[in-house]
């Protein structure tokens, strides 16, 4: 949605409006009245009154509200899918693939395998004998959520599962271009039956958005740009409240000189220009090694030539959903062609519609001085350099202030893994693109200015819990040899202590 300040809602009031526009058509949508923080810490406190009986559930329970949502959304699917195609303009399957069905399976795979994570934990000592380690998953209390306008339904829900599986409220505040996506999430889990108030919405733009981390809650999760992540991140370590921070990206795709070079070409169109190429982890910039470089730019350039923009039906790219980031492709591309680029395709506004559509943007002959290599661009524009071999293309995938994600495609998967793991990035994939995220399983975030923390897998569920460490004796003794008084006896016993544990071969074996 294109997005105006407009006046108060009443003459002398304080309470800030926002205009919405379709970014498909750029048509009225309605206003959104702006919460301010005294409403915020109230959907804050609703949450945490809600919370305490979401805790003393047991995991069977919360389950069950889980799988229910499933039931709801599946039901309503029509409906949401309608709401997100007129907020963001998103082709159909789009919507269907990358919001609405991995939506289902996260709901679906927290609510099978939580119980088993977070239970309690025996673990073994391997030298204090006598005692014995229990490690209990304990929820934080209310988690913030705030969310951006790209994926503004999956976004929102995935992190409130999580959070809700391990038996947190949710206070969650939608990006101001897509409240409505947001909306959908808060009516899911109250259709699911949570506790009133557990999930709350709140809405407005960043004074919102900094109110809620003000607002005492217990983690903050937010997803968005470097420059306010950065203060993000800088309010939750005054307050000491640990954050998770999915920030910006740059991703590289590697193309080796053995690739296949219809599956890379047709990946480096999907995943430049999928969702306009307004992705975390869009493919940004492409080394391709000399040697094959003219077949493999001729066919992307091919393919993107055959893609068909719109708004829904069975059209392959959609608008951008914010005027802000159609000015910042306009620049990257301007920028580039000034330092001596060469546009292959697209480089313009599509004249056959109003809306905030550019034309899926092929450009070769680029380096890094140029933004377009620097700077994340979040729209439809591939830029594409030739290296000399994979030892040049892995150092400039480097030599980026960001980490997020990054792919490499060869037919030597082995080699394809080695030249994965020397990517400075959190997650990084061979022979696909951008389907980290999707997988529950997969801890995901990034290095560098990409962000702190992870969502999904092991680690990211587990990041909603207080982690407790309790330690029992085993023996029930009179005292421990440890213990006061201090003497020269206790001192020589730990002294030959160390030295049969560490020392000797069998001590070394023992711990």
């Known amino acids: ?117 977070l239970a309690d934990r025996d673990l073994p000592l391997h030298l204090l004998k006598s005692k014995k380690l229990r490690v209990a998953y304990k929820p934080l209390g209310v988690v913030g959520v705030i969310t951006p306008w790209n994926f503004p339904f999956l976004l929102a829900l995935n992190p409130t599962v999580q959070a809700l599986a391990a038996g947190n409220g949710v206070v969650l505040k939608p990006s101001e271009a897509t409240p409505n996506a ?126 068909r923009q719109g708004s829904g039906g069975e059209a392959d790219v959609g608008p951008l959903i914010v005027a802000s980031q159609l000015a910042v492709v306009e620049r990257h591309v301007a920028d580039a062609l000034a330092r001596g680029a060469r546009l292959l395709t697209g480089g313009r506004r599509n004249p056959r519609y109003d809306g905030l559509y550019y034309e899926p943007t092929v450009i070769v002959d680029v380096h890094h001085d140029m933004a377009v290599m620097r700077e994340e661009t979040f729209g439809p524009l591939l830029p594409i350099q ?49 389907i980290t995220y999707g997988i529950p399983e997969a801890p995901f975030g990034g290095v560098k200015e990409s962000g702190l923390g992870r969502v999904n897998g092991d680690l990211g569920l587990r990041s909603y819990c207080r982690v407790q460490s309790i330690v029992v004796d085993r023996f029930g003794g009179k005292s421990e040899r440890i213990w006061f008084p201090y003497d020269g006896r206790k001192a020589r016993w730990l002294s030959r202590v160390m030295r049969f544990v560490w020392g000797t071969p069998l001590g070394r074996w023992l711990s």
């Open 182 to 307: 947001g909306r959908l999430v808060e009516e899911l889990f109250r259709s699911a039956g949570v506790p009133d108030g557990l999930v709350t919405a709140i809405y407005g733009d960043g004074e919102t958005g900094a109110a809620l981390v003000e607002a005492g809650v217990d983690k903050i999760v937010f997803t968005g740009s470097v420059r306010t992540g950065r203060r993000v991140g800088e309010a939750c370590g005054r307050a000491l409240v640990p954050c998770t921070l999915e920030l910006g990206g740059k991703d590289a795709m590697i193309v080796c000189a053995d690739a296949d070079l219809e599956r890379a070409a047709a990946g480096a169109v999907y995943g430049a220009f999928a969702n306009a190429g307004q992705v975390c982890v869009s493919t940004e910039r492409v080394y391709v090694v000399e040697s094959v470089a003219d077949e493999f730019v001729r066919r992307v350039v091919e393919k993107t030539a055959a893609l």
């Open 386 to 434: 030739r290296v000399r071999d994979e030892a040049e293309a892995l150092r400039l995938a480097n030599d980026s202030s960001y980490g997020l994600g990054a792919s490499v495609w060869t037919r030597d998967k082995r080699r394809g893994v080695e030249l994965a793991r020397e990517l400075d990035t959190g997650s990084a994939v061979v022979n696909d693109c951008m």
């Open 1 to 117: 949605m294109a997005i105006v300040e407009a006046q108060p809602a009443a003459p002398g009031g304080s309470r800030r409006r926002l205009r919405l526009r379709s970014p498909a058509t750029l048509e009225p949508l309605g206003e959104l009245d702006v919460a301010d923080a005294e409403e915020v810490r109230a959907a804050v406190e609703r949450s945490r009154k809600a919370q305490a009986s979401w805790a003393a559930a047991d995991f069977d329970e919360r389950a069950r509200h889980l799988r229910r949502a499933v039931q709801v959304l599946l039901a309503r699917r029509d409906e949401l899918a309608a709401v997100i195609a007129t907020e963001t303009g998103k082709p159909a399957v789009e919507i269907a693939a990358a919001e609405l069905l991995p939506a289902c399976d996260a709901l679906e795979y927290w609510a099978k395998r939580a119980k088993r994570l």
